[in-house]
């Protein structure tokens, strides 16, 4: 695991956005494993500021982001697809039918999670996925339990994981209680995973999840099994290392 912690959030943002700047300029068809929530928000200007400066383009590249919620059309400003078309997509040249999000309005989710796996596997090893972390431990929408699932599926979301993202939301009952999400398996075989966390009330969970004992009761913990972690972290998040 390589741990880097950055003085401030700016720092992180250019950080995180120039590890995939490098990654497609050395290897423009790479394929990106994407996050959403409000980590990721400055990553993707900075992105966008480095598209727009020309230092990147993103024409022959792919992503697959981690989740959606189950029933939010993509025109819903709370949407996963919407935040990815608002916060990035629209604003870099990646042909938008290479831009992949489980459909969580799909009348037969069982099969959009398997469609959403075959076209993974489909694009062959993911590159770089990025990933934040939620505040119980969760990655995408994984969420810590008993078990934990290799493939794409429907996950319950914790109460603690609605009321932190009822932010999103004109009320917190307007949040899903349930999302399709990439699994453990998918997010694993990626080739590097970047983790990034900000914020002091994510120091708790990320030394756990990266210091404690692996448990399906943290899934971030998994991550210290990968070969290829770099994480980042701003002063706040990495108060306890
Ligand atoms: C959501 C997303 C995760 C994200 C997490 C943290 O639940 N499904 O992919 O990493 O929340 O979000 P934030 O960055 O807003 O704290």
Do not use: W
Request: proline share 7%; aromatic share 6%; glycine share 8%.
């Amino acid at each position: 695991m390589k741990l880097n912690i950055f003085a401030n959030p700016n720092l992180l943002h250019e950080a995180a956005a120039q590890t995939i700047v490098r990654l497609l300029r050395q290897k423009p068809d790479a394929v990106l494993g994407l996050a959403t929530g409000g980590t990721p928000v400055g990553i993707y200007e900075a992105l966008t500021a480095a598209v727009r400066r020309r230092e990147v383009s993103f024409a022959r590249a792919a992503s697959f982001n981690l989740d959606e919620y189950v029933g939010l059309p993509p025109d819903h400003p709370a949407s996963y697809r919407f935040y990815m078309d608002q916060h990035l997509f629209r604003h870099i040249d990646i042909p938008p039918e290479r831009t992949h999000i489980p459909d969580g309005c799909a009348a037969d989710l069982e099969r959009e999670c398997e469609r959403y796996d075959r076209l993974l596997q489909a694009a062959g090893r993911i590159d770089l996925m990025l990933l934040g972390l939620g505040h119980n431990g969760h990655i995408g929408f994984n969420e810590p339990g008993r078990a934990l699932h290799s493939k794409t599926h429907v996950a319950v979301l914790h109460p603690q994981t609605r009321e932190a993202n009822a932010r999103f939301f004109c009320t917190p009952e307007e949040v899903p209680t349930k999302a399709i999400t990439m699994g453990l398996g998918s997010i694993f075989s990626a080739r590097t995973i970047l983790l990034v966390v900000k914020g002091n009330d994510k120091a708790d969970i990320v030394h756990r999840a990266l210091t404690g004992p692996i448990t399906t009761e943290c899934p971030a913990s998994l991550l210290q099994l990968h070969p290829r972690l770099v994480v980042m972290l701003d002063e706040g998040a990495a108060a306890r290392f």
